[in-house]
């Protein structure tokens, strides 16, 4: 399954927050989907996603907005 | 080497890079200027220089002496730095307020943030961080009462703004 | 690597050499103010391009969990203390930040702590922001400046709450030796526990 978070607008670090509970929620195996126009917001996410050990890939889907995918591979 | 040009232009620096050029051009502002790096104390110089023009200061600070000084021109170029390194990556764009509790809780926090930094002589670059890099004492009670009021500001976000 | 969007290069020429003129023109009126204005383009570049945040630094650790931030205000904070000696130690007629201590110092940090969470960013970071085009730290700018005022007229009422008048200057106590030797141990331990902290 794919889930999207809707982060859109918000500043950090309420996204963290946000995704840690959403994966807490999801099966393993899904992958969940977050678009955001804060640099630090994607930066932030990143580092948090490499440090929990989940994937993750971002890319720049227009200027200035990054979309990001975390897919839920441990709890 | 490309690969290096690509990454200084358009980002992001790992933050321990940040951290390196950062605090050497933190040192090259205190050579320039003989003293350190600050934001807060030059944002006043124009807040009562406002409060004059509305009537609400009696002091008056010329503009010229607001122009000509050396705060002034550090923090314009912390705007337009930002602005350039936003635009270098393609990464600019207006990002519009998108939910009304976050206007509140900028203009409530930047008047607690300000009036702060004020009674503390300095905000996290003049107090926090060259408060320390000075060798003040002051500057490392900050440090622990600014922590303390982040874990306060903590619990506010997590009730009202998650 | 994420594919790159790169249709503002010349919206970049243009700012660019707007940027130019300016420097340019304000080298003619003050070098000084234009060595100034270089700097601080250097700094905001480098803070958004690093995405280097002091909020973050004390606020993830506590919401998140997070402390690499923290480490490299850590990292900021060492390179700091060691230039600034080196140079105000070396050279004469530097003023550095000594300021009083007091319950103006505890006050003042806590709300401006309370204030930075709240405001999406500290000083800096308010006018980083600006630059990359937020609105809402506009109005955060736009709260500060009134802040700031509040806090101008406050600051006489306060300097009755000093404890140390012209401020405790740490080299001139302990002597430079123990100084540096004594808050490169604070660093070194700090940096310990934040890297502790974001393995637990």
Redesign the interface.
């Known amino acids: 399954m794919e889930y999207y978070l809707d982060i859109w607008g918000e500043?950090?670090?309420i996204p963290?927050?946000k995704s840690?509970r959403k994966l807490k929620v999801m099966a393993i195996g899904d992958s969940l989907v977050l678009e955001t126009e804060h640099?630090?917001t994607a930066?932030?996410l990143v580092?948090?996603a490499q440090?929990e050990g989940y994937p993750i890939?971002?890319?720049?889907v227009?200027?200035?907005i990054w979309r990001l995918t975390i897919a839920k591979t441990h709890d | 080497m490309k690969k290096i040009w690509r990454t200084?232009v358009?980002?992001?620096?790992?933050?321990?890079?940040?951290?390196?050029?950062?605090?050497?051009?933190?040192?090259?502002?205190?050579?320039?200027?003989?003293?350190?790096?600050?934001?807060?104390s030059n944002?006043?110089d124009?807040?009562?220089w406002?409060?004059h023009l509305l009537g609400?200061?009696s002091e008056r600070i010329p503009v010229s002496q607001l122009l000509?000084a050396?705060g002034t021109?550090?923090?314009?170029?912390?705007?337009?730095?930002?602005?350039?390194?936003?635009?270098?990556a393609?990464?600019?764009?207006?990002?519009?307020?998108r939910q009304r509790k976050?206007?509140f809780?900028?203009?409530?926090?930047?008047?607690?943030?300000?009036?702060?930094?004020?009674?503390?002589?300095?905000?996290?670059?003049?107090?926090?961080?060259?408060?320390?890099?000075?060798?003040?004492?002051?500057?490392w009670?900050?440090?622990?009462?600014?922590?303390?009021?982040?874990?306060?500001?903590?619990k506010?976000?997590?009730k009202f703004?998650v | 690597m994420?594919?790159?969007?790169?249709?503002?290069?010349y919206?970049?020429w243009a700012?660019?050499s707007v940027?130019f003129f300016f420097f340019l023109l304000?080298a003619q009126i003050?070098w000084?103010?234009?060595?100034?204005?270089?700097?601080?383009?250097?700094?905001?570049?480098?803070?958004?391009?690093?995405?280097?945040?002091?909020?973050?630094a004390?606020?993830?650790p506590?919401?998140?969990g997070?402390t690499?931030?923290s480490?490299?205000?850590i990292?900021?904070?060492g390179?700091?203390?060691l230039?600034?000696?080196l140079?105000?130690g070396s050279g004469q007629?530097?003023?550095?930040?000594?300021?009083?201590?007091g319950a103006?110092?505890?006050?003042?940090?806590?709300?401006?702590?309370?204030?930075?969470?709240?405001?999406?960013g500290?000083?800096?970071?308010?006018?980083?922001?600006?630059?990359?085009?937020?609105?809402?730290?506009m109005?955060?700018?736009?709260?500060?400046?009134?802040?700031?005022?509040?806090?101008?007229r406050?600051?006489r009422w306060?300097q009755g709450w000093g404890w140390?008048q012209p401020?405790?200057?740490?080299?001139a106590k302990l002597g430079w030796l123990s100084?540096?030797s004594l808050?490169m141990a604070v660093l070194v331990a700090l940096w310990l526990l934040a890297r502790w902290w974001?393995n637990r």
């Open positions: 500043m950090c670090p963290i927050i840690q640099s630090c930066r932030g580092v948090w440090k890939s971002e890319s720049e227009a200027a200035g | 200084a358009h980002g992001p620096w790992p933050y321990w890079v940040g951290a390196m050029v950062l605090g050497g051009l933190n040192i090259l502002v205190l050579l320039v200027r003989k003293r350190p790096w600050g934001v807060t944002l006043q124009w807040a009562v406002l409060a609400l200061a000509l050396e021109y550090l923090n314009l170029g912390v705007v337009l730095g930002a602005l350039w390194a936003a635009l270098a393609s990464q600019w764009r207006f990002r519009p307020l976050f206007g809780s900028a203009l409530i926090g930047g008047l607690f943030l300000g009036y702060g930094a004020r009674i503390a002589y300095g905000c996290n670059v003049g107090g926090l961080l060259n408060g320390i890099a000075s060798s003040s004492l002051t500057g009670v900050f440090a622990l009462a600014v922590f303390l009021g982040t874990w306060i500001g903590a506010i976000l997590l703004l | 994420s594919p790159m969007v790169k249709n503002q290069r919206w970049n700012f660019m940027m304000l003050n000084k103010l234009a060595l100034n204005l270089g700097l601080g383009i250097g700094l905001g570049f480098a803070l958004e391009k690093s995405r280097f945040c002091f909020v973050a004390f606020r993830d506590i919401l998140t997070m690499a931030l480490q490299a205000v990292l900021l904070l390179v700091s203390i230039g600034f000696a140079v105000a007629g530097y003023a550095l930040n000594v300021y009083p201590l103006n110092t505890i006050v003042g940090g806590l709300l401006f702590g309370i204030g930075m969470v709240l405001a999406g500290c000083a800096s970071g308010i006018l980083m922001r600006i630059g990359e085009g937020f609105a809402m730290q109005l955060a700018l736009a709260g500060a400046l009134v802040g700031v005022f509040f806090g101008e406050s600051l306060w140390e401020g405790i200057f740490l080299p100084t540096l808050e974001q």
